[in-house]
């Protein structure tokens, strides 16, 4: 074998890597995004679940246990500032540190609603640029496609720290 065939076969060999993926840098970087994305998500569910557990412990100790026990239950369950100030009788009640944590719950919550709002519509973007790479990766490459798939359903599913 000749020296010129020899570093065309390693040349060949070296750009044939098994494990590189198509697009790898454009997956790469989609697959960091899905991920961010998601742990922004996950953050603002956390936050507003840690908010209203707040709340619901504050009215499980300073609602009267002679309240009905399903009002008192469902009062303590709710995760809406509008919908606990719908219970006239009991939150007139109600001292003025609770009633401050229900209102700044609330606000908080509304915040944070908008804020989950907008993360919609860049997670929406982000998924029809990751169907474009697929397809692009598709065109090329079928198997690819399906590993970048997998790639991408996993990283969806992923739990953040």
Known sequence: ??????????????????????????????????????????????????????????LDQVLPDTMPSGRRENMIKIRNAGLLKQFKIFYTTLDTVSLNLITRSGQIDSLIALQIMELKVQRETQEEQVLNFLMKVEHQNPQAALQWNKKFLQASKEACQ
């Open 1 to 58: 074998m000749n020296k010129y065939r020899f570093l065309a076969l390693c040349l060949v060999c070296t750009a044939c890597n098994p494990k590189e993926l198509p697009f790898e840098e454009e997956g790469k970087s989609l697959l960091a995004e899905l991920k961010q994305l998601n742990c922004t998500n996950q953050r603002y569910e956390h936050t507003i679940d840690s908010l209203w557990d707040k709340v619901s412990t504050r």
